[in-house]
Every structure is written in structure tokens, then in C-alpha cells.
């Protein structure tokens, strides 16, 4: 038997397999986009402002006629609707620029349409994605404390339970060092204390890791609370001294730091905005790169073969959830030394399980993590934003798509997303 | 292309136990430099163990291991493979989302600065092997795109790759067709002849006769004796079970009768839409078996589960005397007078945790004679037990024992007894004797040619080839979902190997006329084994 005809007829066996789903959802958005964006499609512009007042460049605003780029968005959509139809046909599935052209114009679209529905017909751009990242910052050190976990096949739920403990950590000894840098520090070795735990359990005795992880959360959330009813409101000359971190300090990056919308929301932030760009790259070049990403991925995904290749199985996952533990600390100091002014109970709310989320939505990639979180940002601040402004839809219904979109990429709607093959399961010798 | 470096490996007294369990005890080996040595014994003789000792997985109770006469200690895997020692797992330890060259560095990357991978090293590597042993692979292939045979490939180039000079073979033909069983043995051969020494695992003797310089048998644990290979299929099968078996099941002929059940036209997908079973149409008679043969994972478990009406995805018809049985559930499928062996025990089979006496009765405790108004009636189902335990000699203290505490042949023989005990218009046996030692083999198979000879239509699903030829009447072959033809009992290996191979009866049996090979087998020059 030869290789070579088993492998030719693997080929046509896949080719033979044709999903009608993605040009009937495409359809389906099309006919939407048409229905609502260009046939009901609101009068007036749509303004979109790109620069802030005070910033050295000033761009001038993109105006659009809502209805008019209604109509325009719909259209194309049709069309690259109807060549995923002629795709499938054809060869079986629709290319890729296909889908992907049709999101970023349909997303466009509906933006359009729903800032030319608001009462002000107007976004601030910059502010939108500036805020965002008041969201997306935290969730990227989660979600990458999520990929070091995950990788090596360690479920980390306990990641919200991490960042509380890294805001609460942070906020506290920067209060009372006076030294944000101290607090991040802290913060950080919080995130492994936590991380240290979920290890313990769910490596060395066999503990069911989601249970550890959910455990974790709540021990977390409840000694953070005790300790900020018991130690930060206590007041010292009818101050709480012990709630007062000092900040880490905006570093805006000359030049750089002037372009417009990118400029003010990756190039003027803290020594934290830097250092997750840098993590992002790191931890991807380290993961598909280098021969620790080599053993952590095959570690997760088949212990047993990297086990008679003598690797440390639960070595290699110890240290990797440690080092997990102390990304989301770092992440959790963002809450308290950049973004509010002082710690308060359950800040998080939640964004620790949202990171968990975005590292799905980002199929386990750093980088796809990355641009998940922020994703979510940005509809996450958008909400907020229209919320204010008064929208035709809900602002809480537009705040839910990108969950609605996670599960649907979960269920392997949106193209496939396949976790480490032995994430969740304990490695146990013999 | 003659190394130098030759070793000579020698075990002494390695004991290994796992509690009370001893599943090596003081086993004595040498493997002289440059030789195929098999080690032969059943399904839990202990081989497996033994090996995982060598290779540094287990570490031994007792005893020591010798390389070049000086004592070596290993803590791990790579205190082996530094030793010289390689392995090519019966279960592929390969990272099936790796491409082969991720797969072969691993654990042993080259890299430039600061650990970043130079996988070009590690491609120039696989082509050097590659070449030099005649390989197609190719360094940048998905393994989980790859066939099994290349699979195993991949796996002795990883051995290679870290200079192995003793190779362990654990069970290597039990996934091959008989074609590429045959090149493995080559590829053994020119291994052999660059100096490299090999363990050859096996419980087929007719393999460890073709391929070994010398045989060393072990039985529960213990070495029985050495062989060599000229010793006759008989007397290394007495050593492997300690007794003197019947090779051959002295069969009669098939009275084939009406033609009751029948598969048309079967298609079975999975939720991707991939035809697993693609457009399979046959029919067995009454007091016949038909054996489905082909190589695991080329649709056999769904066409069963098909049947049984445990697959979601299926298209066709498949009658039981005219009675549509697609689109019933499993219970009426069973009602309708099927009795299925699956191809799993443990997991499917039996609840391990439940007595033999409740596993005897798990798909009749709802009628009358074991239950009564939701209440079981002890007592029945106990005296049903101590009658099957008897009739289909289960070897155990007592029928309230868990199943889960019986040796594979015997779990088989409750799993039999059960699905026999109703009466029956087809059975169905998915892999009857995998992991089941020759005694109980003789006695299954027994039983299933008994419930031919009373007029059953009989199915044998089976991927031992050995097993196929034992007991069939006729043979299906089924590669990638198709079926390849339907051929008589008495069919040769070549022809079978080549059907499971992906070709057509016609064109199999063209291309063997073609090189004067045998489409039949000649009883006479066949020597029949234990499967």
C-alpha cells in the first residue's frame, strides 16, 4: 500500500465534505444589511471625529451619509455573499478573504448605521478606542495568562480570582511603599501565590482543575474583601492611608504617540501598555518559536509522547502556571496603580472569566487573544458610549454580541477552534 | 555503513510489581549486538512492562540492567536514549498537530541562540534517514495527515535521530496491513544490517519466525524459555500458553440458508459530513459467518454502530428478515433479536463496577423472571449467573464478584454469555478475542461457530487478519469506508492485504495472477496459530 494513494484519496474524501452554513449565514447578514442598513437606513451623516481637540495633527472628521453607505455596505455584502455560494459550489468551502471582507464591511456598516441613528450622528473615534483599552488591557494579561496555562494543558479558571488579587496586592503595597513599581511587583508575586495554589492542586494532588479554579475565585474574592473592610478603610488621622497607591505614570512615546487614533491609544499609556504589547510578541515567538513553546505545546497537547521524550511533564506545567499566575497579577495592578484611583471590592467584575473568553475567541494564540480582548474592548466601551448618546438598539444588546460571537466560535461556528488536546486532564504516570 | 559501536544489552532478575501484582518477575534477557530478538508471550504476559522498564518509564522493583556489561540505572526516558536505547511505542507517541520535523526534534531540539528552534537541522536530519532507509516522508507533513505506516516511520526516524543502537518494538504489526508488515520487516532487515539491535515485541508467531534471530517467550511474568526460530508455530505456541493448544478450529462447512440480513446501500457520516461508512451494501445468510476485515479506523466501529442504531448520521436500509431496522433504537434493535459483542468490553461492554451476575442481565432486567414492579429479584438473577458462569466457564470465585476483577477472556466469556442467552436472528462479535489470552480464544471462537452451526446469521468484525481466516465463511473487506469485495473464506493473505490496501477483489486478485501469487490459500503448507 503506498502512501501516496491513501493520501490522495484523504484529499478527496475532505473536498467531498461541503457545508452550505457559511454561505447561508453570509446570505442571510446580506439580506439584513440590505433590509436595515440601506432600506431603513436613517437620514443624515454618520461623523466620525479622529482627532481630539489638542492634538498636534489634526485630521479632519470622515463624514458619511448614513443611508447612502448603508446601501453601499449592503451591496458588497450581497455580492461576496453570493460568491460564497459560487465558492462552495465550486470548491467546497468559501475562500477566506471572503468571510473576512464580508465582516470587516458588514461591521463597518453597522457602525454606520447605528452612529447615524444616534440623536448626535457623531463618535469620537479616539475616545473609543482609548477607553477600550481601559477594558482590553487587564483582559490581554489574562487571556495570555490563560495561553501559558492552557498550553501546557492546565485549565486556569481561578484568572479573575488572579487579577483581584493582583488590584488588591498592587493597590496596597503601593499605598503603603509609596512606589507604584513596588506595588506592581507585589501584585505579581500575588498572581503566583494564587497560581501556586491551582499548581498544588490540580497537578501534584489531582484535583479537578475547574473546580480548583472556581474555588480559588471565590477564596480570592472573599480574603480581598476581608482585608479591605479590615485593613484600607481603616483610617489613620481620618484618612485611609492604606487605599492611596501612588500610579504609574503615562510614558507617551514621541512621534509615535502623535499619529492619529493609533497614536493616543497604544503610544500614550503606562509602562503597563507597553509591556503587554511586548508579552503578546513574546509569548507568541517563545510559543511557536523557540524550544520551550516546542515542549510547553506538546506538553499540552500529548504528555505522554513528550513524557518518552524526557520532558518533565508536570515540570513543564508547574512552571508555566506560575508564570501565568504572575501576567494576570501584573494585569490585576493595572486596575489599581493605572486605570482607577484605589482598590474596591470585586473590581473585576468579571473580566477575568472575559479573558478566558477572548483566549477561545483567539483559538489559543497570543496574538488572536490579543485582538479578541480587543475586540471586546471596543464594543464593551462602545456600549458605553451609546448608551450616552441614545441609539436605536439597546446599548446592552450591542454589549452582548461579542459573547454571542465567543460562543458561537466555541461551538466551532466560526471556523475551528480547537483547544490543547490535553487541557483539563492531569498527567499521571503509568 | 557498518557502525562499530555495537552494544550488547543484558537484563538480570528485573522484577517489576505493581502492589500485589507482579508483572515481571526476575526476567532474565540478552540481546547480543546486531540481532532481532522477539519477545514473545500473550496480552498481559508482562512484555509491555518489561520494555517500559528498559526504556526508563517504570523503574524496576529488583534487578539490574547491563549495557556493554557495565550496570546502568535509568530515571527517565532520556537516561535511555542516551544509553543507545530507542522505542517505537505500540500507542504513537507523536503530537498528532506537529509536523514531523516538530515531532522528531522534540525533546532533543537543535537550536540557534537563545533556544530558538533550527528545525532546518532537524529536516536535514529526517531527509539523510529518510534516504538512506528508503522513506518517503516528508519533514513538514501534519502526523495527523499522515497514514499509520508512515506514522510508525516517523516514529523509528525519532529513534534514529537520537543514535539508537538498540531498538524496542512494541507490538509494530498490530495497526499494518500484511504489504506493509512485510516492509516494516524489510526496514528491519537493513537496521539490522547497520548494526542496530532490535527487541521485537509480538504475540503473532508466524512474524516472530519470519523476522527474529533468536525468541524469548514469556508467560504471566515469567521467561518460559528461548527459541529459535526454525521451532515450530506448536511448540512456541505450548510455551506462550503452557499447555498444548488446538491451532486450528476444525470447523465444517457453512450450510448457508435464506439470506436474512441485509445491508443496502449503508452510508454513515459523521457531524462534518464525511462518509465514514460510503455506500456499503451485503447480506448474510443463516448458519454463515461473514468476518469484516480491514485495517482499524477504516469504518468497521461505525457499520456496527449503525446497525445497532447508535450512529446519528446514517442513510440505506438495513433489514432482519424483512423488518427495517434503521431509525430504531438500540433496545428495539436488540428486541428484534440481535445480540452484539462490542468492540470495546470495558467501555462498552460491561459496567466494571457491577457483579457478574448483574452484567448478565443488563439488557434483560426489566422482563419478568429478574424483575418484578421495579423491584429486582436477587435471587433469579443470582441463579441465572451461577448457570452461565458454568456453561460458558467463567473462571472466577464467585458470580458476585465485579467484572472488572476478571482477566480479559473472562470479561469476553460474560459479555458472550449475556448476548447469547437471548434468541437470536444475527450476531455480531466486534473484535472477540482482542487482549484475550489463546485459551479463551479456542473456547470464543467455539462458541461462535456453535451459534453458526444452529442457524444464525453470524458477523465477525476483526482486525486480526489470523482471526478473519479462522473463522470466516466469507469475507468482507472494507478500506476507507468502502467495501472492497466480498471474498470466500479460503482467500489468501496476499489478496486480503492487498483489499485492505485500498484495492478492488478483481483488481487484487488480477495483480496476484499477474505475479503468480496465490488468490487462495493452500491449507496444506499453512500453519494455523493462535490469533
Given at each position: 500500500?503506498?502512501?501516496?494513494t491513501?493520501q490522495?484519496?484523504?484529499?478527496?474524501d475532505?473536498?467531498?465534505?461541503r457545508?452550505?452554513?457559511?454561505?447561508?449565514?453570509l446570505?442571510?447578514?446580506?439580506?439584513?444589511?440590505?433590509?436595515?442598513?440601506?432600506?431603513?437606513g436613517p437620514?443624515?451623516?454618520a461623523?466620525?471625529r479622529?482627532?481630539?481637540?489638542?492634538?498636534?495633527?489634526?485630521?479632519?472628521?470622515?463624514?458619511?451619509?448614513?443611508q447612502g453607505?448603508?446601501?453601499?455596505a449592503?451591496?458588497i455584502?450581497?455580492?461576496?455573499?453570493?460568491q460564497?455560494?459560487?465558492?462552495?459550489?465550486?470548491?467546497?468551502?468559501?475562500?477566506?478573504w471572503?468571510?473576512?471582507?464580508?465582516?470587516?464591511?458588514?461591521?463597518?456598516?453597522?457602525?454606520?448605521w447605528?452612529?447615524?441613528?444616534?440623536?448626535?450622528?457623531?463618535i469620537?473615534?479616539?475616545?473609543?478606542?482609548?477607553?477600550a483599552?481601559?477594558?482590553?488591557?487587564?483582559?490581554?494579561f489574562?487571556?495570555?495568562?490563560?495561553?501559558?496555562?492552557?498550553?501546557?494543558?492546565?485549565?486556569?479558571?481561578?484568572?479573575?480570582?488572579?487579577?483581584?488579587?493582583?488590584?488588591?496586592?498592587?493597590?496596597?503595597?503601593?499605598?503603603?511603599?509609596?512606589n507604584?513599581?513596588?506595588?506592581?511587583?507585589?501584585?505579581?508575586?500575588?498572581?503566583?501565590l494564587?497560581?501556586?495554589?491551582?499548581?498544588?492542586?490540580?497537578?501534584k494532588y489531582?484535583?479537578?482543575?475547574i473546580?480548583?479554579?472556581?474555588?480559588?475565585n471565590?477564596?480570592?474574592?472573599?480574603?480581598?474583601?476581608f482585608?479591605?473592610?479590615?485593613?484600607m478603610?481603616t483610617?489613620?488621622?481620618?484618612?485611609?492611608?492604606?487605599?492611596?497607591?501612588?500610579?504609574l505614570?503615562?510614558?507617551?512615546?514621541?512621534?509615535?504617540?502623535?499619529?492619529?487614533?493609533l497614536?493616543?491609544?497604544?503610544?500614550?499609556?503606562?509602562?503597563?501598555?507597553?509591556?503587554?504589547?511586548?508579552?503578546?510578541?513574546a509569548?507568541?515567538f517563545?510559543?511557536?518559536?523557540t524550544?520551550?513553546?516546542?515542549?510547553?505545546?506538546?506538553?499540552?497537547?500529548?504528555?505522554?509522547?513528550?513524557?518518552?521524550?524526557?520532558?518533565?511533564?508536570?515540570?513543564?506545567?508547574?512552571l508555566?502556571?506560575?508564570?501565568?499566575?504572575?501576567?494576570?497579577?501584573?494585569?490585576?495592578?493595572?486596575?489599581?496603580l493605572?486605570?482607577?484611583?484605589?482598590?474596591?471590592?470585586?473590581?473585576?467584575?468579571?473580566?477575568?472569566?472575559?479573558?478566558?473568553?477572548?483566549?477561545?475567541?483567539?483559538?489559543?494564540?497570543p496574538?488572536?487573544?490579543?485582538?479578541?480582548?480587543?475586540l471586546?474592548?471596543?464594543?464593551?466601551?462602545?456600549q458605553?458610549?451609546?448608551?450616552l448618546a441614545g441609539?436605536?438598539?439597546?446599548?446592552?444588546?450591542?454589549?452582548?454580541?461579542?459573547?454571542a460571537?465567543?460562543?458561537?466560535?466555541?461551538?466551532g461556528?466560526?471556523?475551528?477552534s480547537?483547544a490543547p488536546?490535553?487541557?483539563?486532564?492531569?498527567?499521571?504516570?503509568? | 555503513?557498518?557502525?562499530?559501536?555495537?552494544?550488547?544489552?543484558?537484563?538480570?532478575?528485573?522484577t517489576?510489581?505493581?502492589?500485589?501484582?507482579?508483572?515481571?518477575?526476575?526476567?532474565?534477557?540478552?540481546?547480543?549486538?546486531?540481532?532481532?530478538?522477539?519477545?514473545?508471550?500473550?496480552?498481559?504476559?508482562?512484555?509491555?512492562?518489561?520494555m517500559?522498564?528498559?526504556?526508563?518509564?517504570?523503574?524496576?522493583?529488583?534487578?539490574?540492567i547491563?549495557?556493554?556489561?557495565k550496570?546502568?540505572?535509568?530515571?527517565?526516558?532520556s537516561?535511555?536514549?542516551?544509553?543507545?536505547?530507542?522505542?517505537?511505542?505500540?500507542?504513537?507517541?507523536?503530537?498528532?498537530?506537529?509536523?514531523?520535523?516538530e515531532?522528531v526534534?522534540?525533546?532533543?531540539?537543535?537550536?540557534?541562540?537563545?533556544?530558538?528552534?533550527?528545525?532546518?537541522?532537524?529536516?536535514?536530519?529526517?531527509r539523510?534517514?529518510?534516504?538512506?532507509?528508503?522513506?518517503?516522508?516528508?519533514?513538514?507533513?501534519?502526523?495527523?495527515?499522515?497514514p499509520?505506516?508512515?506514522q510508525?516511520?516517523?516514529?523509528?526516524?525519532?529513534?534514529?535521530?537520537?543514535?539508537?543502537?538498540?531498538?524496542?518494538?512494541d507490538?509494530?504489526?498490530?495497526?499494518l496491513?500484511?504489504?506493509?508488515?512485510?516492509?516494516?520487516?524489510?526496514?528491519?532487515g537493513?537496521?539490522?544490517?547497520?548494526?542496530?539491535?532490535?527487541?521485537?515485541?509480538s504475540?503473532?508467531?508466524?512474524?516472530?519466525?519470519?523476522?527474529?534471530?533468536?525468541?524469548?517467550?514469556?508467560?504471566?511474568?515469567?521467561?518460559?524459555?528461548?527459541?529459535?526460530?526454525?521451532?515450530?508455530?506448536?511448540?512456541?505456541?505450548?510455551?506462550?500458553?503452557?499447555?498444548?493448544?488446538?491451532?486450528?478450529l476444525?470447523?465444517?462447512?457453512a450450510?448457508?440458508?435464506?439470506?436474512?440480513?441485509?445491508?443496502?446501500?449503508?452510508?454513515?457520516?459523521?457531524?462534518?459530513?464525511?462518509?465514514?461508512?460510503?455506500?456499503?451494501?451485503?447480506?448474510?445468510?443463516?448458519?454463515?459467518?461473514?468476518?469484516?476485515?480491514?485495517?482499524?479506523?477504516?469504518?468497521?466501529?461505525?457499520?456496527?454502530?449503525?446497525?445497532?442504531?447508535?450512529?446519528?448520521?446514517?442513510?440505506?436500509?438495513?433489514?432482519?428478515?424483512g423488518?427495517?431496522?434503521?431509525?430504531?433504537?438500540?433496545?428495539?434493535?436488540?428486541r428484534?433479536g440481535?445480540?452484539?459483542?462490542?468492540?470495546?468490553?470495558?467501555?462498552?461492554?460491561l459496567?466494571?463496577?457491577?457483579?457478574i451476575?448483574?452484567?448478565?442481565?443488563?439488557?434483560l432486567?426489566?422482563?419478568?423472571?429478574?424483575?418484578?414492579?421495579?423491584?429486582?429479584n436477587?435471587?433469579?438473577?443470582a441463579?441465572?449467573?451461577?448457570?452461565?458462569?458454568?456453561?460458558?466457564?467463567?473462571?472466577?470465585?464467585?458470580?458476585?464478584?465485579?467484572?472488572?476483577?476478571?482477566?480479559?477472556g473472562?470479561?469476553?466469556?460474560?459479555?458472550l454469555?449475556?448476548?447469547?442467552?437471548r434468541?437470536?436472528?444475527?450476531?455480531?462479535?466486534?473484535?472477540?478475542?482482542?487482549?484475550?489470552?489463546?485459551?479463551?480464544?479456542?473456547?470464543?471462537?467455539?462458541?461462535?461457530v456453535?451459534?453458526?452451526?444452529?442457524?444464525?446469521p453470524?458477523i465477525?468484525?476483526?482486525?486480526?487478519?489470523?482471526e478473519?481466516?479462522?473463522l470466516?465463511?466469507?469475507?468482507?473487506?472494507?478500506?476507507?469506508?468502502?467495501?472492497?469485495?466480498?471474498v470466500?473464506?479460503?482467500?489468501?493473505?496476499?489478496?486480503?492485504?492487498?483489499?485492505?490496501?485500498?484495492?478492488?477483489?478483481d483488481?487484487?486478485?488480477?495483480?496476484?495472477?499477474?505475479?503468480?501469487?496465490?488468490?487462495?490459500?493452500?491449507?496444506?503448507?499453512?500453519e494455523?496459530?493462535?490469533?
Amino acid at each position: 500500500m503506498s502512501a501516496a494513494t491513501l493520501q490522495e484519496s484523504l484529499t478527496t474524501d475532505r473536498l467531498a465534505v461541503r457545508s452550505w452554513r457559511p454561505p447561508i449565514i453570509l446570505g442571510v447578514l446580506a439580506l439584513f444589511a440590505i433590509v436595515v442598513f440601506g432600506i431603513l437606513g436613517p437620514g443624515g451623516n454618520a461623523t466620525f471625529r479622529l482627532s481630539q481637540d489638542g492634538d498636534a495633527w489634526q485630521v479632519p472628521n470622515l463624514v458619511v451619509p448614513a443611508q447612502g453607505f448603508g446601501w453601499f455596505a449592503a451591496l458588497i455584502c450581497a455580492a461576496l455573499a453570493v460568491q460564497a455560494y459560487l465558492q462552495t459550489k465550486n470548491v467546497g468551502r468559501p475562500a477566506k478573504w471572503v468571510t473576512m471582507t464580508f465582516t470587516v464591511v458588514f461591521v463597518i456598516g453597522l457602525l454606520v448605521w447605528i452612529i447615524g441613528g444616534t440623536k448626535t450622528q457623531n463618535i469620537t473615534v479616539v475616545g473609543l478606542f482609548t477607553g477600550a483599552m481601559l477594558i482590553t488591557t487587564p483582559l490581554v494579561f489574562g487571556s495570555l495568562s490563560g495561553v501559558l496555562c492552557e498550553r501546557s494543558g492546565v485549565v486556569n479558571i481561578a484568572i479573575e480570582g488572579q487579577l483581584l488579587a493582583g488590584a488588591f496586592t498592587a493597590a496596597l503595597v503601593s499605598s503603603m511603599t509609596g512606589n507604584a513599581f513596588a506595588g506592581l511587583f507585589a501584585a505579581a508575586l500575588a498572581g503566583v501565590l494564587v497560581s501556586f495554589l491551582l499548581a498544588v492542586f490540580s497537578i501534584k494532588y489531582v484535583v479537578n482543575q475547574i473546580i480548583v479554579g472556581v474555588v480559588l475565585n471565590v477564596l480570592v474574592s472573599g480574603l480581598t474583601g476581608f482585608l479591605f473592610e479590615k485593613i484600607m478603610k481603616t483610617k489613620v488621622n481620618g484618612a485611609t492611608i492604606f487605599n492611596q497607591p501612588a500610579h504609574l505614570p503615562d510614558l507617551p512615546i514621541p512621534l509615535l504617540s502623535e499619529i492619529p487614533v493609533l497614536g493616543p491609544t497604544f503610544f500614550r499609556q503606562s509602562i503597563l501598555g507597553y509591556l503587554m504589547i511586548v508579552l503578546v510578541i513574546a509569548i507568541w515567538f517563545g510559543l511557536f518559536r523557540t524550544r520551550w513553546g516546542l515542549r510547553v505545546r506538546a506538553v499540552g497537547e500529548h504528555p505522554k509522547a513528550a513524557d518518552t521524550v524526557g520532558i518533565n511533564v508536570n515540570r513543564t506545567r508547574f512552571l508555566n502556571v506560575l508564570a501565568g499566575g504572575a501576567v494576570a497579577g501584573i494585569g490585576g495592578a493595572y486596575f489599581t496603580l493605572v486605570a482607577v484611583s484605589s482598590f474596591s471590592k470585586d473590581m473585576t467584575g468579571g473580566l477575568g472569566f472575559i479573558a478566558l473568553a477572548a483566549l477561545i475567541f483567539g483559538r489559543w494564540n497570543p496574538i488572536g487573544a490579543a485582538l479578541a480582548a480587543l475586540l471586546f474592548g471596543v464594543a464593551g466601551n462602545l456600549q458605553s458610549i451609546l448608551s450616552l448618546a441614545g441609539t436605536p438598539i439597546d446599548g446592552q444588546f450591542l454589549a452582548m454580541l461579542p459573547y454571542a460571537l465567543t460562543i458561537l466560535a466555541v461551538s466551532g461556528f466560526v471556523g475551528k477552534s480547537r483547544a490543547p488536546a490535553a487541557d483539563g486532564e492531569p498527567y499521571v504516570k503509568g | 555503513m557498518k557502525r562499530v559501536d555495537l552494544v550488547k544489552l543484558e537484563l538480570k532478575g528485573i522484577t517489576k510489581s505493581f502492589g500485589a501484582l507482579v508483572a515481571n518477575d526476575h526476567i532474565d534477557l540478552v540481546v547480543e549486538s546486531g540481532e532481532i530478538h522477539s519477545l514473545l508471550g500473550e496480552n498481559g504476559a508482562g512484555k509491555s512492562t518489561l520494555m517500559n522498564v528498559l526504556y526508563g518509564l517504570y523503574q524496576p522493583t529488583a534487578g539490574e540492567i547491563l549495557i556493554d556489561d557495565k550496570p546502568v540505572k535509568f530515571s527517565g526516558p532520556s537516561d535511555a536514549m542516551a544509553a543507545g536505547i530507542g522505542m517505537v511505542h505500540q500507542h504513537f507517541m507523536l503530537v498528532p498537530v506537529f509536523t514531523v520535523a516538530e515531532n522528531v526534534a522534540l525533546g532533543g531540539e537543535s537550536t540557534t541562540f537563545g533556544g530558538v528552534l533550527d528545525l532546518e537541522a532537524t529536516r536535514k536530519k529526517i531527509r539523510d534517514i529518510s534516504a538512506r532507509y528508503g522513506f518517503a516522508v516528508d519533514p513538514d507533513a501534519l502526523v495527523e495527515d499522515l497514514p499509520v505506516g508512515v506514522q510508525q516511520r516517523v516514529e523509528i526516524i525519532k529513534a534514529l535521530v537520537r543514535n539508537a543502537r538498540i531498538l524496542i518494538l512494541d507490538e509494530p504489526t498490530a495497526v499494518l496491513t500484511p504489504q506493509e508488515t512485510d516492509e516494516l520487516m524489510d526496514i528491519m532487515g537493513q537496521l539490522k544490517a547497520s548494526g542496530t539491535s532490535i527487541v521485537f515485541i509480538s504475540h503473532k508467531l508466524r512474524e516472530v519466525k519470519a523476522v527474529s534471530d533468536r525468541i524469548t517467550v514469556i508467560r504471566r511474568g515469567k521467561v518460559v524459555g528461548t527459541a529459535d526460530p526454525g521451532a515450530s508455530t506448536t511448540e512456541l505456541a505450548a510455551m506462550m500458553v503452557g499447555r498444548s493448544v488446538s491451532l486450528t478450529l476444525n470447523k465444517a462447512d457453512a450450510q448457508p440458508g435464506e439470506e436474512t440480513f441485509k445491508v443496502t446501500n449503508l452510508i454513515v457520516s459523521n457531524d462534518a459530513g464525511q462518509r465514514l461508512v460510503n455506500d456499503v451494501t451485503f447480506s448474510v445468510a443463516q448458519g454463515e459467518i461473514l468476518a469484516v476485515a480491514g485495517v482499524q479506523g477504516n469504518g468497521q466501529t461505525e457499520l456496527t454502530e449503525a446497525v445497532l442504531g447508535l450512529h446519528k448520521h446514517v442513510q440505506g436500509s438495513i433489514t432482519l428478515d424483512g423488518k427495517q431496522l434503521l431509525g430504531l433504537g438500540v433496545r428495539q434493535v436488540l428486541r428484534a433479536g440481535v445480540g452484539f459483542v462490542p468492540e470495546d468490553r470495558q467501555v462498552d461492554g460491561l459496567v466494571e463496577s457491577f457483579s457478574i451476575a448483574e452484567n448478565l442481565i443488563l439488557d434483560l432486567y426489566d422482563k419478568k423472571e429478574f424483575s418484578r414492579g421495579g423491584t429486582l429479584n436477587r435471587a433469579a438473577i443470582a441463579k441465572n449467573a451461577e448457570a452461565k458462569v458454568a456453561e460458558f466457564d467463567v473462571r472466577t470465585q464467585s458470580a458476585q464478584d465485579h467484572v472488572g476483577t476478571l482477566s480479559g477472556g473472562n470479561q469476553q466469556k460474560v459479555v458472550l454469555a449475556r448476548e447469547l442467552a437471548r434468541p437470536l436472528k444475527l450476531f455480531i462479535a466486534s473484535q472477540p478475542t482482542r487482549g484475550v489470552d489463546v485459551g479463551s480464544i479456542e473456547f470464543l471462537h467455539k462458541r461462535i461457530v456453535a451459534e453458526r452451526d444452529v442457524g444464525t446469521p453470524v458477523i465477525i468484525v476483526s482486525t486480526e487478519l489470523d482471526e478473519v481466516l479462522e473463522l470466516a465463511d466469507r469475507i468482507a473487506v472494507l478500506y476507507a469506508g468502502k467495501l472492497m469485495g466480498i471474498v470466500p473464506g479460503k482467500s489468501s493473505r496476499e489478496l486480503l492485504g492487498l483489499m485492505m490496501a485500498g484495492l478492488t477483489a478483481d483488481d487484487a486478485a488480477a495483480q496476484l495472477a499477474a505475479a503468480g501469487a496465490p488468490v487462495v490459500r493452500d491449507p496444506s503448507t499453512e500453519e494455523g496459530e493462535p490469533a
